[in-house]
């Protein structure tokens, strides 16, 4: 049985204050209702881990950071590696989210480094794909999204694809309130899995939980967690209210 997970990123929002406020809310909100359906992790800025961390200590909800160097350590002013998200006890971290690759410049070959990294020191990466509109348009998002997955992941060995996430957030879904549709997001994960199975074999990919991100809210998510080969989602902007996101966290 593969993991169901409910990862908000937070992305560059909220103070150190808001949020504290905002953690405290999702975690009231979680106990009070006992859910305990997925994996919650909160992928908050990095500034904040530390404190987060301990304010969920004893709750079972997680941590990720958004982002890791690709480099392990040296002159990189203002980047973080991996070891040292490793070094605070934050498990996971997002690896090639569109809003990396589109502003930030990440290529398939930085993002193989950044999984390498993260996964050398043991941290589970979250690794994101998904197709810009143009390419949905065109009806090659297919083979978009397979080169995403083969160019910076395929490289790895059995046992390190298994200590993977992957989460497919189709770009024209996100903060657009456009979502895909359960069709669409349950099509494109199968497509994922048989690309997984075709390379590592079918009980290596049965055990890969595939996410799915692009305007997951309360009312969609029931609906987009109960495709077969959708394992949870990567939640963006409504993660940023407690009511909304522990509301998705229930529907998984
Ligand atoms: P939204 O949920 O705001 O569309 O963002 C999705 C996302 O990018 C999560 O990583």
Known sequence: MRQKIVAGNWKM???????????????????????HTAEVVLCTPFLYLTNIK???????????????????????????????V????????????SERRQYFGETHKILA????????????????????????EAGTHEQLVKS?????????????????VIAYEPVWAIGTGKTATSQQAQ????VIRAHLAAKYGQPAAEEISILYGGSVKAD?????????????????????????????????
Not at 14 to 34: G, I
Not at 61 to 81: D, K, M, P, R, V
Not at 187 to 190: E, F, I, P, Q, Y
Request: hydrophobic fraction near 45%; proline fraction near 3%; charged fraction near 20%.
């Open 13 to 35: 929002n909220k103070t150190l204050e808001e949020a504290s406020m905002l953690t405290a809310e999702v975690m009231r909100l979680l106990a009070a209702e006992a859910i």
């Open 54 to 84: 301990a304010q969920v200590a004893g709750s079972g909800i997680q941590l990720a950071a958004q982002n890791c160097s690709e480099h392990e350590w040296g002159a990189y002013t203002g980047e973080i590696s991996a070891a040292m």
């Open 86 to 97: 490793m070094s605070i006890g934050v498990p996971y971290v997002i690896v090639g989210h």
């Open 113 to 136: 480094a950044k999984v390498d990294q993260a996964l050398a020191h043991g941290l589970t990466p979250i690794f994101c794909c998904g197709e810009p509109l143009e390419i949905r």
């Open 148 to 164: 995403q997955v083969v160019e910076s992941l395929f490289h790895l060995s059995p046992e390190a694809i298994q200590k993977t």
């Open 187 to 190: 099509d494109m994960h199968a």
């Open 220 to 252: 969609n998510a029931k609906e987009l967690f109960a495709c077969p080969d959708v394992d949870g989602g990567l939640v963006g902007g409504a993660s940023l209210k407690s009511r909304e996101f522990v509301e998705i966290v229930k529907a998984c």
